[in-house]
C-alpha cells in the first residue's frame, strides 16, 4: 500500500512556542492530505483539509490562526501549531487521499505535548 | 446526529475465536463507502477493509469480513480466528461520495483484547 510519514513522531515543547508537523507522501502524489487529532482514549476528529496549492478547509470550531496548514507540494503537507498550549497536547494524525476505493492512507502519528 | 455508532467500548475475545464488531451509521446519501482501521498501542491507523454502498457482496481480506446489511445501515467486522495481535483499537469509518466532503467520520472505536 501506499506510504505516509509523519515527523516528528513525538515532540515536547513549551507552552507559547511553535511546533511544525510534516506529512510526506513517500510514493505518490496526493493533492489532498487531511489533518486530524485523537485526544486520549477517543476517536479521530478532523482539523482540516490540506489542498495542494490552495488554502485549507477547516472544520468548525478549529481556529485557522492557530493550526497553520501549507500543503507547498504534492508530496508534503504541514501543521503548524501556534503559541501552544498544554490543552493542544494530543496525538496529530495525517491522510493522504489517494485512489479509490481505499482512498486514505495514514501516517503514524505525532505525539505532542505542550509543558 | 452521530453518523458512526460503535455502541462497544470494549471486547474480549478468547484467542482463535471469532469475534463481531458491531457498526451502524446514518447517511441519506445513495453512494457511499465504509472502511475499518485498527489502531495498536502505537498509534498508526491501519486500514482492514473497505465496502462500497453499491457492492453486493460482503467485503472479505483475510481473516476480516464486513457483514454488510444496508436496510439496516450496520457494517460489522467480523474477525475470525482471533490472535493476541489483534489486540487493538477498532475504528469503523465512512465517507459519502456525493457530499462534497472527501475525510472520513469515525466512530468512537471498540478496544478488543484477545485472551490467551
Known amino acids: 500500500g501506499a506510504v505516509v510519514s509523519q515527523h516528528p513522531s513525538w515532540v515536547i515543547c513549551k507552552s507559547g512556542t511553535s511546533v511544525k508537523i510534516e506529512c510526506r507522501s513517500l510514493?505518490?502524489?496526493?493533492?489532498?492530505m487531511f489533518w486530524y487529532r485523537q485526544f486520549p482514549k477517543q476517536s479521530l476528529m478532523l482539523m482540516a483539509t490540506?489542498?495542494?496549492?490552495?488554502?485549507?478547509?477547516?472544520e468548525q470550531g478549529v481556529e485557522k490562526d492557530k493550526f497553520l496548514i501549507n500543503h507547498a507540494s504534492l508530496t508534503l503537507s504541514t501543521l503548524t501549531v501556534t503559541s501552544a498550549h498544554p490543552e493542544d497536547s494530543s496525538f496529530y494524525i495525517c491522510?493522504?487521499?489517494?485512489?479509490?476505493?481505499?482512498?486514505?492512507?495514514f501516517g503514524p502519528g505525532t505525539r505532542l505535548t505542550v509543558t | 446526529a452521530q453518523k458512526i455508532t460503535q455502541t462497544q467500548p470494549g471486547m474480549f475475545v478468547q484467542e482463535k475465536e471469532a469475534v463481531t464488531l458491531d457498526c451502524t451509521y446514518d447517511?441519506?446519501?445513495?453512494?457511499?463507502?465504509l472502511f475499518w482501521y485498527k489502531q495498536p498501542s502505537s498509534g498508526e491507523m491501519i486500514f482492514l477493509i473497505y465496502?462500497?454502498?453499491?457492492?453486493?457482496q460482503n467485503a472479505t481480506e483475510g481473516r476480516y469480513s464486513l457483514n454488510f446489511q444496508k436496510a439496516r445501515k450496520s457494517a460489522n467486522l467480523v474477525i475470525s480466528a482471533s490472535q493476541l495481535g489483534d489486540s487493538a483499537m477498532y475504528f469503523c469509518?465512512?465517507?459519502?461520495?456525493?457530499?462534497?466532503?472527501?475525510?472520513?467520520?469515525f466512530g468512537s472505536g471498540t478496544r478488543l483484547q484477545v485472551q490467551p
Open positions: 465496502q462500497g454502498s453499491y457492492d453486493e
Open positions: 510514493d505518490f502524489q496526493a493533492t489532498t
Open positions: 490540506s489542498n495542494e496549492g490552495s488554502k485549507a478547509t477547516y
Open positions: 491522510s493522504a487521499r489517494t485512489a479509490p476505493p481505499v482512498e486514505q492512507y
Open positions: 469509518a465512512m465517507r459519502e461520495h456525493n457530499t462534497g466532503r472527501r475525510a472520513l467520520t
Open positions: 447517511t441519506s446519501d445513495q453512494s457511499y463507502g
